[in-house]
């Protein structure tokens, strides 16, 4: 090969290497965009892992590296995710924690393509407030190991799915309204910083900023605050499988850190087969009740016991609460239809009995990771799309 061929396939690799892109999104609490697909009643985004601020070009050649504070293109009139005439900002409460805890929130990657995250926090006054990165530059988070910085090589995040990480709330903030950012600046591009060029190195990378809302409390506060349709609107808990460049599979609604007021729709005792349509579960909840609006069992019993049907075998599953609300038969009527919805926080619930073996597999070019525990949730509640799906 003659050095010219060399240094000509060279920078045809590189220019290769710079246009593949890392996607992603804040997953639990849900990012503003993101919001809808827990059932909240809010705008639907369906490329809510494009909140890159524009794209690299756009942020870097013409915005000289300015991005919109939740991801927007910071050129645009009106940014949909940061401005209060937004389509995306709704004020809508999607995680509810304690002052001073530490939490864990759930990152999704789509595509992933090294570089690091860092989370930020901003307490807002009311629900009608702009968020400022001046704001949220105030508190910027630690990681469980004492880090600002997430990188994902170091903590060995090398594939595309769903991460937990661990952060610690300050010890002086309480809000109704605060805004949780997440900045993930992606390592796939060739550039160059003061002492050296590789990839990942300098400025011109891709960058994701997405903004959820959420609140933090006092250790001794109720926390019984809902947002205008969790406590009041059921939602079905079929989710809608997502279709990109890079295939995207929905989680099961995650629970929030800690609630203190929840209501049901449903009974203690739900039955899910494959043919039911209609199954669907209380929106998610932000907190359990210091008193329930849930109807009780006929039973006097605090057990709740959920039938589950799958396309192998039967099985009966009792799930009670535990902890703090061992006893509570309305938290037990909660597990039970949560539980049997796929929501089952450890943190709350445990479940007894043989659970039926799921002989779901999901459909090429679906059989990516995490799309069969979405064909077995949503099969059994009979959104089983044959194009995703094979039981």
Known sequence: MSFVTLIFTTLVAMATISNVKGHGMLWDPPQRSSAWRFGYDVPKNYNDNEQFCGGAGVQWNQNGGRCGVCGDNYADAVKENEDLNGKYV??????????????????????????????????????????????????????????????????????????????????????????????????????????TCCLGCGPGQENFWNCADIRIVDSGSS??????????TAVSTTETAVTTAHVTTPSPPAISTTPSSMTTTTPAVITTTL??????????????????????PSSSSSSSTTTV?????????????????????????????????????????????????CACEPVAPFNVPGMKEWCCKNCALGNCPPTNCSC
């Open 90 to 195: 709704t004020g809508t409460i999607t995680g509810s924690y304690v002052k001073s805890a530490n939490i864990e929130v759930t990152v999704r990657l789509t595509a992933n393509h090294k570089g690091w995250w860092e989370f930020r926090l901003c307490p807002l006054p009311n629900s009608r407030t702009k968020v400022t990165q001046e704001c949220l530059d105030q508190y910027l988070l630690t990681t469980d190991n004492g880090n600002t910085r997430y990188d994902l090589v170091a903590n060995q995040i090398i594939d595309s799915r769903e991460f937990k990480v661990g952060l610690k709330l300050p010890d002086n903030v309480t809000c109704e309204n605060c805004v949780l950012q997440w900045k993930y600046n992606s390592g796939n591009s060739w550039s160059c910083n003061s002492t």
């Open 223 to 232: 926390g019984q605050t809902t947002t205008p349709t969790e406590a009041t």
């Open 275 to 296: 043919q039911t349509t209609t199954a669907t579960t209380a929106s998610k909840p932000t907190s359990l009740p210091s008193s329930t609006t849930t109807s009780s």
């Open 309 to 357: 049907s799958s396309s192998t075998t039967d099985s009966k599953i009792t799930c009670n609460a535990i902890g703090a609300w061992f006893g509570n038969s309305a938290m037990d009527a909660w597990c039970a239809t949560n539980c049997a919805a796929g929501n089952c926080p450890s943190t709350y619930c445990a479940c007894t009995g043989v659970k039926s073996v």
